[in-house]
């Protein structure tokens, strides 16, 4: 299965006819937040594929247009957080948000985000005992704390990724929030036997 992965930046292929060749073969579509809605609608339509998401600490629900005020949902996308999902036997988990800063909808404290986890236990203990294992990919917009996150409050990890992790063992954790500039950066992280991938701008994956 081949997975497109995107976050925080738009990417003007991405955002034209020329997605509908250069993503052909593409089976599925995660985004892990920060990126405008007609972005992620603009991807499902075109390549008529699903697309799951969470939300970044940027996102505001509601927008002000010509029409007044109106909702900012993805249309045609489905929201990942808190959720876990089969995928054609893929098993999808998500939490959306950053570490709380400056008091935002979708921050949230250590605490907050550690009883957020735990909102996922039950699904995964049935996967487990159906299906021999808690979850494949679990998609996040922040970093796990230590991994690809950075010094300042607004970007730092969470360490109940690190103990998710290191208890559940899903074969990815991707996110965004973290941007990448240069060449000398470092995108992908095995953990365990978790790969963690910071999918800012875009990456495709095969699993």
């Given amino acids: ?48 594929k699903p697309l799951y998401y969470v939300f970044g600490n940027h996102h505001k629900e509601k927008i002000w247009s010509e029409n007044g005020l109106k909702s900012n949902m993805p249309q045609g996308c489905i929201n990942l957080d808190n959720k876990i999902i089969d995928f054609k036997g893929l098993l999808l988990g998500g939490l959306e948000g950053s570490y709380r800063y400056s008091g935002g909808k979708h921050q949230y404290s250590e605490r907050e985000m550690c009883l957020k986890t735990c909102r996922l236990k039950p699904r995964m203990y049935i996967n487990k005992l159906l299906k021999h ?11 796990p704390l230590g991994i690809h996150d950075g010094k300042d409050l607004c970007h730092r990890g969470f360490k ?21 500039y240069g060449v000398d950066n470092y995108w992908m992280t095995e953990v365990n036997n978790t790969t963690v991938i910071n999918a800012y701008g875009y990456r495709v994956i095969e699993v």
């Fill in 1 to 48: 299965m081949k997975i497109l992965l995107v976050s925080d930046k738009v990417i003007d292929f991405l955002y034209s006819p020329v997605i509908a060749d250069k993503m052909s073969d593409i089976d599925l579509i995660i985004s892990c937040g920060d990126l405008p809605t007609s972005y992620l609608e603009y991807m499902v339509t075109v390549l008529n």
């Fill in 133 to 143: 294992r808690y979850l494949d990919i679990l998609v996040t917009h922040a970093p």
């Fill in 160 to 180: 109940c990724f690190n103990d998710f992790i290191q208890k559940y063992k899903p074969k990815y954790l991707i996110h965004g929030h973290v941007h990448l």
